[in-house]
């Protein structure tokens, strides 16, 4: 008997009995379409939290003076001239970008309106660790930064605090002043918005605004590197704490701790990542159940079939039927059934997908993404799941004996 | 040429308690081209001797050769082929796919032994007993007599040497029975062996031979 023949056999017996075959194809229909659904969410979830982290700047290197270790001598906070030393391309030639911020949290108002944002004072050199987008006017010169203006710009939340929600396009903040610290700042830009956790409550100004104006002094918090090629992170890791360890006194000699700490934010990325991957592991484990429960329905009906059919295999071993064809037969039938049930559930995932568009979790805009592996692996898993449950059915009914099938009522 | 040889055949039932003893040394012959029928009462273990002849069951002792091949040293895949190329059946309860047409039915030993063409000799098969018309309809949509030539049709379909069949006629009125009767004679005249189990004596009349079975032994054996 040749595939083809077992294929229209299996389809004729799925065709009529119609309800049945549709009821046992429930089963892997919504194990396929939460399967697919689950892994097309974990991967749209992945890609948007690893869009955000670049944007926030994943590929820096973060230098603060907050040491996990208790130095000995005290600490020696990072200021502007172990920013110029870093700078110094003969002492760090593996670092190529270098970004001082000092963060303050502030009351900003405008108007009515009063708002509790993060106030950072920046380098425009900040724009190549972080990707700002401009929404409306300009980002910070070194223009700016040279004259200590009171200039800021402004994140998409702290935007919508001091000038609300509007329309966009109605009343423009560029230019118009709000109040920080009963300081007077002219707005001259909008971001827009980062999403996920990198947040939108923050105000920009010139670093040397915000030394000199706010906090006083010339101490910065945290310095974002960039190292010069992505092979050369360790290098420039290397080069910056002899640098820092040298301006900041500590002897090099073993037990002298540092007393600032580098950030290296690939492992943070990397432990993300393995965290989604655990989480897109759960989902799979989640839909993998529900399709073992489909796989015990395909099991049980197959099983219902043999025995109601006992007569009719009787019949076709009579007629020259060997074990071997019947067992194909029903193996097949498991496996046409189960395809079907993936087929729509697959049609069905993707129209679910289509229909949620984005959805948001937590702060975060999640795509589902079906990828072509995703559809080749669930029409391959609902295949192999009804070739498995078909497998045993398809051995008691390849075993029947022929007299006493043809005796069976 | 002799077709059907059983030589001290016996059939023991073992069902672990106690054995049941369905043959008891049968010797039987039946030449090409002969037609045959078998009587008995149930239980006599004519339907024993069938499923055998049939190559359904095996012998517990003894011998059988069919055309020559001594069946009792085949695998169970080797017997189906046998089954398909060299044996028709009938049965009393026509047996009949119930979800397919008439045509796909007789059509279904064809599958089995990869034959193309399977259109045209299906419909041939259905021409040669009389029911063409019949074709597309399904077997619930069919009387009793024009089922049976459906079967007829199917067991003729590979064209076999043997055809066996099992009280034929045991569902049908006796108008319809003589004609099915009528058509095993015309098969039997182009050469087909021919055995047939019944309980009706004026069924077995149409054979030129019977054998009467009682206890499974082989009792009485009747020419005409």
């Not at chain 1, 973060?62 to 020696?76: L, M, Q």
């Not at chain 1, 906070?77 to 190529?96: F, M, R």
């Not at chain 1, 945290?222 to 301006?247: C, E, F, H, N, Y």
């Not at chain 2, 002792?61 to 089954?83: C, E, F, M, P, W």
Request: aromatic share 6%; net charge neutral.
């Amino acid at each position: 008997m040749s595939i083809w023949e077992s294929l229209r056999t299996a389809w004729q017996s799925i065709f009529a009995n119609k309800l049945r075959s549709s009821l046992t194809m429930l089963g892997i229909v919504i194990g396929v379409c939460a399967v697919v659904l689950l892994v097309a969410l974990g991967q749209g979830f992945q890609t948007s939290m690893t869009k955000t982290f670049n944007d926030m700047g994943a590929s820096a290197l973060y230098i603060s003076s907050a040491p996990s270790k208790t130095v000995v001598g005290g600490i020696r906070p990072l200021t502007n001239e172990d920013v110029t030393a870093l700078q110094d391309k003969n002492l760090v030639p593996a670092v190529s970008v270098v970004s001082p911020t000092r963060t303050n949290r502030g009351t900003a108002s405008y108007g009515n309106n009063n708002a509790s944002e993060s106030l950072m004072g920046i380098m425009p050199v900040i724009t190549k660790i972080r990707n700002y987008k401009m929404d409306q006017g300009r980002f910070l010169t070194d223009q700016d930064v040279t004259n200590r203006a009171n200039v800021v710009v402004l994140g998409w939340q702290a935007e919508i605090d001091l000038f609300g929600a509007q329309a966009p396009g109605t009343t423009s903040p560029i230019g118009t002043y709000i109040r920080i610290s009963g300081m007077k700042f002219q707005v001259v830009g909008t971001c827009q918005k980062f999403g996920g956790f990198a947040g939108d409550s923050y105000i920009l100004m010139p670093l040397t605004t915000m030394q000199s104006k706010i906090t006083g002094g010339d101490v910065v918090q945290q310095i974002g590197i960039l190292a010069s090629k992505p092979d050369q992170v360790d290098t420039a890791i290397a080069q910056v704490t002899a640098v820092l360890r040298a301006r900041h006194f500590i002897r090099t000699v073993a037990g002298a701790a540092d007393d600032f700490s580098i950030t290296d934010m690939r492992e943070t990325l990397n432990s993300m990542e393995a965290t989604l991957a655990a989480f897109s592991l759960f989902m799979g484990a989640v839909g993998a159940i529900s399709l073992i429960v489909g796989g015990i329905g395909i099991m049980n009906i197959m099983l219902v079939s043999v025995t109601e059919r006992t007569r009719e295999i009787g019949i076709r071993k009579a007629i020259g039927a060997r074990r071997r064809d019947i067992l194909i037969q029903f193996l097949i039938e498991a496996a046409a059934l189960s395809l079907t049930g993936g087929l729509i559930g697959l049609g069905l995932a993707v129209g679910v997908a289509h229909a949620m568009g984005q959805i948001t979790l937590g702060q975060t805009q999640v795509t589902p993404e079906i990828s072509y592996s995703i559809v080749f692996i669930a029409l391959g898993v609902s295949i192999g799941t009804g070739l498995l449950s078909g497998t045993y059915p398809a051995f008691r009914a390849g075993g029947l004996d022929p007299i006493e099938s043809l005796r069976h009522e | 040429m002799t077709m059907i040889e059983l030589t001290n055949l016996t059939k023991i039932y073992d069902t672990g308690e106690l054995k049941v003893t369905g043959l008891d040394d049968i010797s039987f012959k039946c030449d090409e081209g002969e037609m045959v029928s078998i009587m008995g009462h149930s239980g006599s273990g004519k339907s024993t001797m069938m499923n055998i002849i049939g190559c359904l069951d095996r012998p517990t002792s003894g011998t059988y050769h069919l055309d020559g091949v001594d069946v009792a040293s085949l695998n169970d895949d080797q017997l189906a082929k046998i089954r398909n190329a060299k044996l028709g059946f009938v049965f009393q309860s026509y047996n009949l796919l119930p979800k397919i047409s008439a045509q796909q039915n007789v059509a279904l030993p064809l599958i089995y032994s990869g034959e193309n063409h399977r259109q045209q000799r299906s419909m041939a098969a259905l021409e040669a007993v009389g029911i063409a018309v019949r074709a597309k309809h399904l077997p619930s949509e069919m009387s009793g007599g024009e089922k049976q030539r459906v079967a007829i049709a199917r067991a003729l379909i590979n064209n076999p040497k043997v055809i066996l069949a099992d009280e034929p006629t045991g569902n049908l009125d006796t108008a319809t029975s003589h004609s099915i009767m009528s058509l095993f004679t015309e098969l039997h005249k182009k050469g087909i062996t021919i055995v047939i189990v019944t309980h009706e004596e004026d069924i077995a009349s149409y054979t030129q031979r019977t054998i009467y079975v009682r206890d499974g032994k082989i009792i009485e054996e009747k020419k005409r």
